[in-house]
């Protein structure tokens, strides 16, 4: 098997006692199901010395961390960002075009973006109407916006090159612990836990065997996430790799595939019977149909087929056709304006149509004239 990064835990998993190891193991010891959570997570266990629970402790987490390195290396996703393939800049764009969007939806805005704007300089440099329609369909375009805003702080502050530690990221504006997180872990190397939704679920449940609610990250969370980091930085970095793309492909949120699931076996959540499965500590999700946040990609969208239209137009005329695709960047300099009966024409309900305008025009990703007609920002 060829070896990635790390090295010296990557033997076959069969070699260290094969399936149901861990459980069988704590089983034996007379640690019944519903006793598993504080036995081998934090507690002690009856009849068993602290340092034996530790040990036994230590084991299992070994055994799951084996398990995912190897399933990681055999069944990663190849994505065009990973496996060093890009630049630290190059990982950031991915980290924020994936908040609430599925990195597979991700992946041809990534590459037209990056072929278009390479670099944080390249990006700041660019018009504003063109950033906005590179966007397409990510949804929550401000972050296009922002991305932006943090790529002409890189070039201007930092020289174009992303700075390396979590304060200097996370100043960064959008940048968050997450991301931050995430790049100093993918792009750097460097030995940090990366908390997302999918890394706190899948803890939750093999750990502690329970759902994670949802909502801001516990502390209890945190130290979890940081107690079970590999002290090895590289290691680390397929920890982190490996546990959230076992949440995003197998440990999902409502229909984990625990028949295929590599750590089927030492999964404390599975073993209990998969209890709350699904519970949320928030509100469910809000319906999109006839959203504020629908009507509001309406309007994007009538824009971005207007500047494609524009594009054509352009092409033809030049004779040479224009690529003014979804999910392609599309070339700039254009006047995009949508007069104000066809933004009329987008949604039957005028006050709430009004409303969603009026917050694209705060947000900055419109431009509102006064004979009501609207525009991308140029
Ligand atoms: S066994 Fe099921 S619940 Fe446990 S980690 Fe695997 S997919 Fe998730």
Redesign the pocket.
């Known amino acids: 098997m060829a070896e990635r990064e790390g090295k010296g835990w990557r033997e076959d998993v069969g070699g260290r006692g094969g399936k149901g190891y861990v459980w069988k193991r704590l089983e034996g010891k007379g640690a019944g199901k519903e006793g598993g959570r504080m036995d081998h997570v934090h507690g002690t266990m009856g009849g068993m010395d602290e340092q034996a629970v530790n040990r036994q402790r230590e084991e299992q987490r070994d055994d799951v961390r084996h398990r995912l390195a190897v399933w990681w290396e055999v069944s990663a996703r190849d994505l065009p960002w990973r496996f060093g393939r890009t630049t630290p800049w190059g990982v950031l764009v991915s980290e924020v075009m994936s908040q609430q969007t599925q990195m597979s939806r991700v992946v041809p805005y990534w590459t037209a973006w990056m072929n278009q704007w390479p670099d944080a300089r390249s990006l700041a440099a660019a018009a504003k109407a063109d950033v906005i329609a590179a966007w397409g369909r990510l949804g929550y375009p401000r972050r296009a916006l922002r991305l932006q805003e943090c790529a002409q702080v890189v070039a201007s502050q930092y020289d174009d090159v992303l700075p390396r530690t979590y304060d200097e990221l996370t100043a960064l504006p959008g940048i968050g612990d997450y991301t931050a997180s995430a790049v100093m872990s993918f792009a750097f190397g460097e030995r940090i836990a990366v908390i997302d939704t999918n890394i706190r679920r899948?803890l939750s449940?093999?750990f502690v065997g329970e759902e994670s609610l949802g909502g801001a990250a516990s502390r209890a969370e945190r130290e979890l996430a940081w107690e079970l980091l590999p002290q090895d930085a590289a290691q680390s970095v397929v920890w982190n790799e490996s546990v959230m793309e076992?949440g995003a492909v197998?440990?999902t949120a409502k229909a984990?595939?625990?028949e295929s699931?590599p750590?089927?076996e030492c999964?404390l959540?599975?073993q209990r019977g998969?209890p709350g499965l699904g519970l949320k500590r928030t509100r469910p999700r809000q319906r999109f149909a006839g959203t504020d946040r629908m009507v509001r990609g309406l309007v994007m969208q009538a824009l971005r087929d207007r500047r494609a239209e524009l594009l054509a137009d352009a092409g033809a005329a030049a004779g040479m056709g224009a690529a003014a695709s979804e999910g392609g960047v599309a070339q700039p300099v254009l006047r995009v304006v949508l007069d104000a009966d066809a933004v009329r024409a987008l949604w039957k309900d005028e006050n709430q149509l009004d409303r969603c305008v009026a917050s694209l025009d705060e947000d900055g990703l419109i431009e509102m004239l006064p004979d009501r007609s609207i525009m991308l920002p140029e």
């Open positions: 899948v449940r093999v076992l197998v440990c984990p595939l625990c699931c750590i089927r999964c959540f599975l998969l």
